[in-house]
Antibody
């Protein structure tokens, strides 16, 4: 069971970024995938989730309008799109599994997104 | 949003010590609380879910307790591998939120 994320990104302010998270080793549609981020030296922040079974999404209000989470069941991949990037979005972005009575039992390796002019 | 407050922020300790970290929620979250361990440059690792249920494969020296608004994570006898940062997280409703972290460091 694993989640494998896409590689590091460097973006300019105002741009958009897409991070992917490919699941394997379990029934993709039975769980949700959450996205979280961690700014340098800071704590963890939950951004939202997508339930792979129902293709439903829930976003943290602070990201509403800037974040989109989608999935491709044919490749068991979930995508995080974040737009209008600013320097404060510089962070490591993680995907994390939840569901089936568990939370956070599987994490991606993290993707570093750097926003800099 | 539910605010989670951990204490202490830093905890100097020695191998063999009993260590307790507290997490408080500003409203009741029943037992919907998880504890994570994070080491530098690594993704967090879940230790406890539903406030007191030990995740499979996690050593029994870790235990969690509490319900409602006050929770604790206890390490019965600290091992060298346990020096890390620990986070609590509620999942009672959205948005899920985390405590600010407790760094367990070598005394």
């Amino acid at each position: 069971v694993q989640l494998v994320q896409s590689g590091a990104e460097v973006k300019k302010p105002g741009a958009s970024v897409r991070v992917s998270c490919e699941a394997s080793g379990y029934t993709f549609t039975s769980y949700s995938i959450n996205w979280l981020r961690q700014a340098p030296g800071q704590g963890l922040e939950w951004m939202g989730k997508v339930h792979a079974g129902g293709d439903t999404t829930t976003y943290a209000q602070i990201f509403q309008g800037r974040v989109t989470m989608t999935m491709d069941t044919s490749t068991s991949t979930v995508y995080l799109d974040l737009s209008s990037l600013r320097s404060e979005d510089t962070a490591v972005y993680y995907c994390m599994r939840s569901g089936g009575g568990h939370i956070g039992d599987v994490w991606g390796q993290g993707t570093t997104v750097t926003v800099s002019s | 949003d539910i605010q989670m407050t951990q204490s202490p922020s830093t905890l100097p300790a020695s191998v063999g010590d009993r260590v307790t970290i507290t997490c408080r929620a500003n409203q009741t979250i029943s037992i919907w609380l998880a504890w994570y361990q994070q080491k530098p440059g690594k993704a967090p690792k879940v230790l406890i879910h539903k406030a007191s249920r030990l995740e499979s494969g996690v050593p029994s020296r870790f235990s969690g307790s509490g319900s409602g608004t006050e929770f604790t994570l206890t390490i019965s006898r600290l091992q060298s591998d346990d020096f890390a940062t620990y986070y609590c997280q509620h999942y009672d409703n959205y948005p899920w939120t985390f405590g600010q972290g407790t760094k367990v460091e070598i005394k």
